[in-house]
């Protein structure tokens, strides 16, 4: 069917396109305007923005830690009653149909899940199949696994370490690789308790800077077009802006990209020890080009922490709130799941501003990523609201007028004036995350490209606005319309085409026999078992 | 070979899916009893949604016993793998599934070898596994957890515990101990006994749980319960939204109480299903004839037998593929409840 969005302000930044104008698209496909034919189909977009679908590279939507989240927090008990309204997940869109439907009522049609233990990615891949809508993709974890680093203390070739990484992510469909905490959730098993980028794995004598280099030098080397995805040590410490310089400093030239950034962003002045160091990152990113972060956005109100450092999540247990947790020591990083409640005051209002100062200071918005960390920050359901702080200065100073002082002053978010365009809005949640992941099949309305396609009606409220689209395509099918999903079908898993080194295999076959006492065959799993068809949907590696 | 029966009188698959699909139309609490890999937990729940019925793990006691410390509390657990290659000091809580006896043996006889390496020290709370020392208080592996999580916490217990000095000595000693357990030998406080030992150790050393569910496929299923709804499952659409309450949705509870009005059943083990007579039935199960009391029966093959299937493993901790081992044509149970989602009114 040929279908023309007529009329609408059409915002593509990797064309240069902005500008009142059409969009046509057949088959799937965005196609050029034909000169000959009349469209099947026509959606009056006059009033409207429209954007390529959205993409969100650090969401956590599923695998085993999401699922264990989701089992520690029914809150009903015997209430006889649905989940309710104040609870922690009640805004999360928790379940895999409810992931599916809220991304694409708000115009999202990739998400990629950052957190993927490859020993349980048939796990994985199965509850991401049965997300409806969207596609989705994986970044799979290394940095604390056994088969890696007892490569780096025997001093393994590099030849050898890009062979497992590559046989990794192939093996569980990953579309990138993404080390946290490099080597603290092996050392937590060997009780320790804290752990920076210089200290040294108990038993390998490994650092988790060489960690983090090894990985990065291999990333670099197999062509895979994410850079290494970094979850740096000491999340969420007063101070921790200083591991996360020298992390940025430890790029050295070659791409990484820091995850969540905001959860490092506090340095130790004022007399409770806890300040924003929001401006001192984003003056550091905006001097090494070769950094890309996202930042992971805290908004008040209750929410859920679901992270594979399990070490952090052990020392975060007394603040979980309501006090239950889960802590799961994994055959590499394992995880920890603690539900918190973000609160206005000092602390929280602090977290609060230093994701907006990042977002706000960091000049380039191909470089700076548009995340809650969902659902640590905050649950994804809360991105409209973080547009509008973004793209109003006085919805911001609203919001600032009812925190407490003592928090802002150790920020400079009040001073900040700066407000997103919605150039620079299609940039970093369209534009700037296919190119970071290597999609060159989406983030734009360029003939040739998938027609994932998100429309808004213009209204004064931008929240409004960008929570309920007025019409959502995917692959060309119409899924949403004013807000509501009107059509579900299934998406693909997005993974990565590696070449896998022919011996690979007989070399990870033996060591599971040697040290779990079981098959290889335990641990991979064709496409098949899925139960879907075509589930995966292959992106090349940079030649 | 029959596929399929209307009470005694066989017929074919899409008949019986036909009949099966009006008594689902017809019921007002229709309730369905779940064992079965996770592709047919996935099919089951979808239909369960479209017809609004409740939904539990067949013989949902124990299930619903391993899943309250992870609704109501929270754990420390670590993977049966790295437990293996780690774990320098196990203990053995209560009675194991009979299934988990050949690798629990593997466990003990296979040295650690992460962390240094070295022997492993093998402790028992009752009788569950015949080798290592005994740790033993009053009646019961509860009440032993009790007494030993105060004495290891510096306090004094009325009754004395067995072998107490040497696991004293022995955790002293050990890296990383870990304590294994199942709902089939453990009720729900004494689980969460455990897990307070457990939490103690950890606030000077490392320690943590392993669960060997009483079921590998009823804990898949929970997995997949939980994934699909956000809930485990006791969950019901009655509403049309999925709704946990494990109390309410108890499927045996509804049955007994006169809720419910149809039963569906869905097997793939071997056990002879036993159907309350006076409630109109839906049996989907691994059998060669017609389930007594069942309105309807369709036939179908053993999951990881007569077709692939996913399962929740035990021994990885995780889901993992299993390849037929005798493939033949019977129905999985995902394709028989799938042929009665289709015979739906739309």
């Known amino acids: 069917m040929l279908t023309q969005i007529k009329g609408g302000q059409v915002i593509d930044p990797a064309t240069n396109r902005s500008g009142v104008g059409d969009v046509w698209f057949e088959d799937g496909r965005i196609v050029e305007a034909p000169r000959d034919r009349k469209p099947d189909r026509v959606i009056d977009a006059a009033g409207c923005i429209v954007m390529a679908g959205a993409i969100d590279i650090h969401s956590h939507i599923g695998g085993g830690n999401v699922n264990t989240a989701r089992l520690l927090l029914p809150e009903s008990h015997r209430a006889h009653m649905p989940r309710p309204i104040a609870t922690p997940l009640s805004n999360a869109g928790w379940s895999t149909f409810q992931t599916g439907t809220r991304y694409a009522q708000m115009g999202f049609t990739t998400v990629v899940e950052p957190a993927m233990s490859p020993g349980s990615a048939l796990h994985t891949h199965l509850e991401l199949a049965d997300i409806p809508i969207i596609d989705k993709a994986t970044l799979a974890i290394l940095g604390n696994d056994d088969f890696l680093l007892s490569m780096i203390r025997d001093n393994a070739s590099p030849a050898m370490i890009e062979d497992y990484v590559s046989w990794t992510v192939a093996s569980s469909r990953a579309l990138g ?76 030239g070659l791409p990484l990209h820091l995850a969540h950034l905001q959860f490092y962003g506090y340095g130790t002045e004022g007399k409770r020890k806890f300040s924003s160091a929001g401006a001192q990152l984003a003056e550091i990113v905006n001097a090494r080009p070769e950094i890309t972060v996202d930042v992971g956005q805290v908004m008040f109100g209750q929410t859920v922490t679901v992270s594979s450092d399990v070490m952090r999540q052990f020392s975060a247990r007394g603040t979980a709130s309501p006090k239950k947790s889960v802590i799961h020591d994994g055959d590499a990083n394992g995880g920890g799941i603690v539900p918190y409640n973000y609160k206005p005051d000092y602390y929280g209002a602090l977290q609060w501003a230093v994701g907006l100062e990042l977002f706000l200071l960091i000049d380039d918005p191909w470089r700076v990523f548009f995340t809650t960390d969902h659902p640590n920050g905050a649950p994804f359901t809360a991105y409209p609201a973080i547009f509008r702080l973004l793209m109003d200065k006085e919805a911001r100073a609203e919001a600032i007028a009812t925190l407490p002082k003592s928090a802002l002053a150790m920020t400079t978010l009040p001073s900040i004036t700066r407000e997103y365009s919605w150039d620079e809005i299609a940039i970093m949640t369209r534009a700037a995350p296919a190119k970071l992941l290597g999609l060159k099949d989406r983030g734009t309305l360029a003939p040739g490209a998938v027609a994932d396609v998100a429309v808004y009606r213009k209204q004064d409220d931008i929240a409004n606005m960008l929570g309920a689209a007025a019409y959502v395509f995917k692959d060309g099918d119409l899924v949403v319309r004013d807000g ?30 040697e040290r779990y006492g079981l098959s290889l065959d335990w641990f991979t799993f064709p496409d098949s078992a899925i139960l879907r068809d075509e589930p995966f949907a292959e992106v090349a590696c940079r030649s | 070979m029959a596929v399929a029966w209307i009470g005694n009188r066989e017929v074919t698959g899409e008949q019986a899916a036909r009949r099966a699909a009006e008594l689902l139309v017809a019921s007002s609490c229709p309730v369905f009893s779940l064992n079965g890999d996770v592709h047919a937990w996935r099919a089951a729940i979808m239909l369960a949604e479209r017809v609004g019925a409740a939904y539990d793990q067949l013989d949902g006691g124990v299930l619903a016993r391993e899943l309250a410390l992870f609704t109501g509390k929270g754990a420390i657990t670590v993977a049966p793998g790295e437990m293996r290659r780690r774990a320098d000091c196990i203990v053995i809580v209560g009675e194991l599934p009979a299934v988990s006896r050949g690798w629990m043996k593997e466990l003990v006889a296979s040295p650690p070898d992460l962390s240094g390496g070295g022997k492993r020290d093998v402790f028992r709370v009752g009788t569950g596994l015949g080798s290592g020392k005994e740790i033993a208080a009053g009646d019961g592996a509860a009440q032993t957890l009790a007494a030993l999580r105060a004495q290891l916490s510096g306090r004094v217990s009325a009754v004395p515990v067995k072998n107490i000095e040497a696991f004293r000595k022995a955790l002293e000693k050990a890296a990383y101990t870990a304590f294994v357990y199942s709902g089939a030998g453990l009720d729900e406080l004494g689980i969460e006994m455990l897990q307070g030992v457990v939490a103690d150790i950890n606030k000077t050393k490392r320690a943590a749980m392993v669960l060997l569910p009483a079921s590998d496929d009823a804990w898949g299923g929970a997995l997949v319960s939980t994934w699909m709804t956000g809930f485990a499952p006791r969950t019901g659409f009655g509403r049309g939204m999925p709704e946990y309450d494990p109390w309410r949705f108890d499927v045996a509870r509804m049955i007994a109480d006169g809720e419910a009005d149809l039963h569906l059943v869905m097997s793939a083990g071997k056990q002879a299903l036993a159907l309350p007579r006076k409630m109109n039935a839906i049996a989907i199960a691994h059998t060669d004839k017609p389930v007594t009391h069942a309105a309807v029966t369709i036939r179908i093959g053993a999951a990881g037998v ?41």
């Open chain 1, 177 to 252: 690789v993404k080390v946290i905490n490099a080597g603290a959730a092996a050392a937590f098993k060997d009780n320790v308790r804290t752990f920076s980028f210089d200290d040294v794995v108990p038993f390998y004598g490994v650092s988790s800077r060489k960690i983090v280099k090894t990985l990065q030098g291999a990333v670099n080397a197999l062509g895979i077009p994410h850079p290494l995805h970094v979850h740096c040590n000491n999340l969420g410490v007063a101070g921790a802006a200083d591991t996360a310089a020298v992390t940025m400093a430890a790029a050295e």
């Open chain 2, 306 to 346: 007569d077709h692939e299937a996913v399962r929740y493993s035990s021994r990885t901790g995780t889901l993992v593929l299993v390849e037929a081992a005798k493939p033949s044509s019977h129905l999985s149970a995902m394709s028989a409840i799938r042929l009665i989602a289709e015979a739906l009114p739309c």
């Open chain 1, 484 to 513: 509501d999903v009107t059509h579900y079908r299934w998406g693909k898993a997005l993974r990565l085409d590696t070449p896998v080194e022919a011996s690979m295999r007989k070399r990870m076959e033996a060591f599971y026999q």
